[in-house]
């Protein structure tokens, strides 16, 4: 999850089963790698019902820029991502005190999940401020990340983008590394501005002076083709 508070600390209780049905999805990785045929893939049809724009926050915490994305654009679809339970309901909550109807949370692995990714079905996807391992030259820790930006690039459409932020320099680099070099994607900006992304989590590390470092990518159908 996005870092700041550790889910133990929070106290909220689950949703009511109607605002469940609703909002929330709770897919056990294992059932997933054995089963995926039993789960819908992660596009707008196919969770939401019809064919708007959809964006997926990985690792989206207690929601706050699910629910904000939601709220701005009511013509795209959001899916908020994370593997603890309790921040979800905190997003989950926000989403039915707003009365939103184009976001969902899901609770799953971000290793097991992937295969629900569809091809050119992504307008954005988003990977802000996750926990540092500190595994950055860890042969299988690079490897997990080296399939799951690859997973996101499939799964982007054209003039798709993909944006990541952390206040770690070294988990930056890691990242820039696999981007630029082992994966070798175009049209990338390490440029966190022009993304127009600004967090809750951004502006607290920014008001306790930690620096901060973003990449993003965007695809084209040129880029796709190679």
């Not at 915490?61 to 994305?69: A, I, K």
């Not at 992937?114 to 950055?136: E, G, Q, V, W």
Request: glycine share 8%; with cysteine.
């Amino acid at each position: 999850m996005a870092r700041g508070r550790h889910p133990t600390r929070l106290h909220i209780a689950p949703p009511t089963p109607e605002v469940a049905e609703k909002y929330y999805r709770s897919w056990y990785g294992g059932d997933i790698i054995r089963e995926p045929h039993r789960f819908p893939g992660l596009t707008s049809q196919e969770l939401f019902g019809n064919n708007n724009p959809l964006e997926i926050d990985f690792g989206c915490g207690m929601g706050v820029l699910t629910c904000d994305r939601a709220r701005l654009y009511s013509g795209s679809n959001i899916i908020g991502i994370d593997f603890s339970q309790k921040p979800l309901f905190c997003g989950i909550q926000e989403a039915h005190k707003s009365g939103l109807d184009n976001i969902k949370f899901v609770r799953s692995n971000f290793n097991a999940i992937m295969p629900l990714l569809k091809p050119s079905s992504i307008t954005k996807a988003y990977y802000l401020f996750p926990n540092p391992s500190r595994d950055y030259f860890n042969k299988r820790a690079n490897e997990g990340r080296i399939r799951f930006l690859a997973a996101i690039y499939n799964a982007l459409a054209d003039q798709g983008q993909f944006i990541f932020a952390t206040d770690s320099s070294e988990l930056f680099k890691c990242m820039e590394t696999i981007i630029t070099s082992e994966l070798q994607y175009s049209n990338v900006s390490v440029d966190l501005d022009a993304s127009g992304i600004y967090t809750w989590y951004r502006n607290i590390w920014e008001s306790r002076g930690k620096d901060i470092f973003g990449i993003t990518f965007s695809k084209t159908d040129s880029a796709a083709g190679a």
